[in-house]
Nanobody, 126 residues
């Protein structure tokens, strides 16, 4: 079992920055690919970014490329989402997620993720 506890988020003006953290406890964190999803009001939850277990590969949805950065610190069992140049359309509840290794893994598909954080609100004002 893995528990994911998120911190960070809040209210920021457009153009500002925020960092989200997701601390994992339980089984070996380093073996999981980690991702961030978000859900805006009235929308489905969507994939934002992901990082492989070793940290060697990352993936980003097009709308956040060049503005968001995912990273992980295996020593702290934590994955981070650094968000810069935030836009009002980034407003959403953000969730971290963990995926154990599995065949056919595809970043954006929620069914591949085994554990989820509790979610944290990010609000970007214009």
């Amino acid at each position: 079992q893995v528990q994911l506890v998120q911190t960070g988020g809040g209210l920021v003006q457009a153009g500002g920055s925020l960092r989200l953290s997701c601390a994992a406890s339980g089984r070996t964190f380093s073996s999981y690919s980690m991702a961030w999803f978000r859900q805006a009001p009235g929308n489905d939850r969507e994939f934002v970014t992901g990082i492989t277990s070793g940290g060697g590969t990352t993936a980003y949805t097009n709308s956040v490329k060049g503005r968001f950065t995912i990273s992980r610190d295996s020593g702290k069992n934590t994955v981070y989402l650094q968000m810069s140049n935030l836009k009002p359309e980034d407003t959403a509840v953000y969730y971290c997620a963990a995926s154990a290794p599995k065949s056919g893994f595809t970043w954006p598909l929620e069914r591949y993720y085994d554990y989820w954080g509790q979610g944290t609100q990010v609000t970007v004002s214009s």
